[in-house]
């Protein structure tokens, strides 16, 4: 099974900061990797898909980058609807694995 | 619009089963899987497995192997998800997602989600 190893687990940021959350995977996936941004009580929503493109409605102060086994979700300047939880998920092979999640707090 | 619906909360016995729909509108069904994915109070997201609409096809989390059984019917555009066997640490949100064997459509769409509480 891929291993996806997400860190940091839990991150504290002020609004106007740049955020970088990193997904490792333990063997190679090609791009298959999605980001989803999950609110309390709430459904989780993709970001990106393809391990850079941006979903459709989804602000340009997202971006994904990255292939193989490293990859990146950057949030430009951060605003207050982003404190959330983040998750990575790996699709290239089965069993498909979920990093275990970015807690981002106010700081 | 595409949608996934899903049907209400349910209250289950340890032991006992659980049977979760997911009704797809706005695309074509067969020309998609669903995945389900759950998650325990607290906790993060867990892959449960994959069915491809269009064949029937599954692959299951090697954890529950055996006591989970994802169907689908073509004639209502409907997914379903059964769990046996239940217990107190199954208790969770589950959520069907569309998803895509080969590509990138993969977990655009998610149902609202179900709550399975397991308590006796």
């Known amino acids: ?107 | 619009q595409v949608q996934l619906v899903q049907s209400g909360a349910e209250v289950k016995k340890p032991g006992a089963s659980v049977k979760v729909s997911c009704k797809a509108s706005g695309y074509t069904f067969t020309s998609y899987g669903i995945s389900w994915v759950r998650q325990a109070p607290g906790q993060g997201l867990e892959w449960m497995g994959w069915i491809s609409a269009y064949n029937g096809n599954t692959n299951y989390a090697q954890k529950l192997q055996g006591r989970v059984t994802m169907t689908t019917d073509t004639s209502t555009s409907t997914a379903y998800m059964e769990l046996r066997s239940l217990r107190s640490d199954d208790t969770a949100v589950y959520y069907c997602a569309r998803d895509i064997r080969y590509g990138y459509d993969a977990f655009d769409i998610w149902g609202q989600g179900t709550m399975v509480t397991v308590s006796s």
Request: hydrophobic share 30%.
């Open chain 1, 1 to 107: 099974d891929i291993q996806m190893t997400q860190s940091p687990s839990a991150m504290s940021a002020s609004v106007g900061d740049r955020v970088t959350i990193t997904c490792r995977a333990s063997q190679g996936i090609s791009n298959y990797l999605a980001w989803f941004q999950q609110k309390p009580g709430k459904v989780p929503k993709r970001l990106i898909y393809a391990a850079s493109s941006l979903q459709s409605g989804v602000p340009s102060r997202f971006s994904g980058s990255g292939s193989g086994t490293e990859f990146t979700l950057t949030i430009s300047s951060l605003q207050p609807e982003d404190f959330a939880t983040y998750y990575c998920l790996q699709h290239n092979s089965y069993p498909n694995t979920f990093g275990q999640g970015t807690k981002l707090e106010i700081k």
